[in-house]
């Protein structure tokens, strides 16, 4: 029951109206999904939770003006134990573990690659696998938008990168990110089912959007790529003074191609 005004008959007194606006509303909180990275393997569930992880926590936090030495050593670790959620596509004990996660943000700064965008593009979907006749017999993966791609690699590869990561860092920056060296974007180690698996993420230079009818492998190194007696001999046209380089295409067909020599000399100075 209201209180009224003795001088305006009908009209609740302004003390009342206080009293009445000043009503407590219940509001119903509802809380953010949690995302759910399915995919077909345990290792890309992982690695996908993994950058999302990641990159969410860099998002997170004060960057640097400058790298410091110590930047190309550091590291971020995440142990899930007993994990429950998601459980239909996401192992119930794995581990995740970035390198040099300041370093490789820096790079993807310089390579114009947006956090956002990288971490859409690796977790929205499944990568996609695909076979590489490479020499390593590596498995790679592309993801859903063929933007980036994904490579398993070996542990003394890691520690390869490792020594070169501050060198390789250093020629970036001075390139201002154009570079034909491959475009590094992050280095991960995935432990599921106590077996550790070590990934290198890097932008695809092909383009998504035209066919590609064939591709080459030209290496930059000579280790343990010399050409056999035979091969010396078929590898140079005597009359034109071309030179033949055998290159392995990913269909598996081994061609040759012809480069005059000046070409061989502008590739060489790559």
Known sequence: SGVVSARYPGIVTSEKRVMASSKVKHIKTVHQKKRVFRASEPILSVL???INHTVDELMHIIIPPFLMPDDFRAFSKTRKENHVYNKENLPGHFKFKEYCPLVFRDLREKFRVDDT?????????????????GRSGAKFYLSYDKRFVIKLISSEEVALM??????YHEHVVEMGGDTLLPHYLGLYRLTVSGVEHYVVTMRNVLPSRLQIHKKYDLKGSTVARSASE?????????QSSNRWIFCCSLCGVRQRICLHSKTT???VML
């Open 162 to 167: 490792h020594q070169l990561l501050q060198q």
């Open 230 to 238: 035979k091969e010396k001999v078929c590898m140079i046209d005597r």
């Open 265 to 267: 000399t502008l590739l």
């Open 117 to 133: 965008d990288y971490m859409q593009s690796l977790t929205q979907s499944q990568p996609v696998g695909f076979c590489s006749s």
């Open 48 to 50: 996908m939770w993994g």
